[in-house]
């Protein structure tokens, strides 16, 4: 083999050589960026940021789901630090004293926002008709098959979960509203750290001064946020892994 054809032979097996380094290297430093990126993007759950919410499939449920944030959002935002930290731990004793977060009479206070809107309606709907030259009759018979029929896709929403401090004293803020978006948002909240970040945001805020809550809620971007929208009853069901809290500390 000639000098020259060596010499080529030899600086191919340098570049291949290169080249392998070359891609392990730039794969490797993707690898971290990637990584990077994602633990940028990631909510902090020591400091007090809330993990984002399943939205559900459509628009309609995201949209919907984002108005029951928006509530649960603003009523603690309207509490001091100190409130807030007594309703989380009065909830905690209730867990453990009853195997529930949910007050005293939640299930009667619930039966009664729910009998006040469906008479409500049916109230509504039925004069509506008449107006419209309905027999009175006629008229409250399709009001009530309306309302049986709408109440159905509806549930008593507090005005925060009870599994986040919400007590009996909310009895009074208790509306119907879409059921998919409440007990989505109810069974979220034990789930992904985000009750533990909701402690973390009150011991924070308790620790620099602060005068009020100032948390945010939101539903997760769209393929985000893969909880499923459990269809359960009450989400004191769901396993909390986050239950125990350190606010005591």
């Known amino acids: 083999m000639s000098d020259t054809t060596s010499d080529t032979f030899e600086g ?21 960026t990637q990584l990077k990126k994602k633990a940028d993007s990631e909510p ?9 919410f399943p939205g559900g499939p459509t628009p309609q449920d ?11 959002e603003e009523f603690i935002n309207s509490m001091s630090p100190q409130e807030m930290r007594k309703r989380i731990l009065e909830a905690d004793g209730r867990k453990k004293q009853t195997g529930s977060y949910r007050p005293e009479g939640d299930a009667a206070d619930r039966a009664l926002t729910r009998k006040g809107y469906y008479q409500q309606e049916v109230d ?8 419209r030259g309905i027999p009175e009759e ?3 018979e399709e009001a009530k098959a309306e309302t049986d029929k709408k109440i159905q896709r509806l ?5 925060i979960d009870s599994i986040i401090g919400g007590n009996k004293e909310d009895a009074c803020f208790m509306s119907m509203g879409p ?3 409440n007990r989505r948002v109810g069974s979220a909240w ?30 997760c971007e769209e393929n985000m946020g893969t909880d499923p929208c459990v269809d359960l009853p009450d989400p004191d069901i769901v396993p909390d892994n986050n239950s125990s809290t350190s606010l005591d500390k």
């Open 179 to 181: 059921r998919g978006a």
């Open 155 to 159: 549930d008593a929403a507090h005005i």
């Open 190 to 219: 034990a789930r992904k750290g985000r009750r533990q970040a909701l402690f973390n945001a009150v011991k924070n805020a308790i620790k620099t001064g602060k005068h009020r809550m100032d948390i945010h809620l939101e539903v």
């Open 44 to 52: 902090c759950i020591e400091c007090g940021d809330i993990p984002c």
């Open 12 to 32: 191919l097996i340098f570049l291949g050589i290169f080249g392998i380094a070359y891609e392990t290297i730039y794969a490797q430093n993707l690898a971290h």
């Open 62 to 72: 995201r949209a919907e789901t984002q108005a029951e944030l928006n509530k649960q």
């Open 138 to 140: 006629q008229a409250e």
């Open 124 to 131: 509504t709907l039925r004069l509506e008709k008449i107006k």
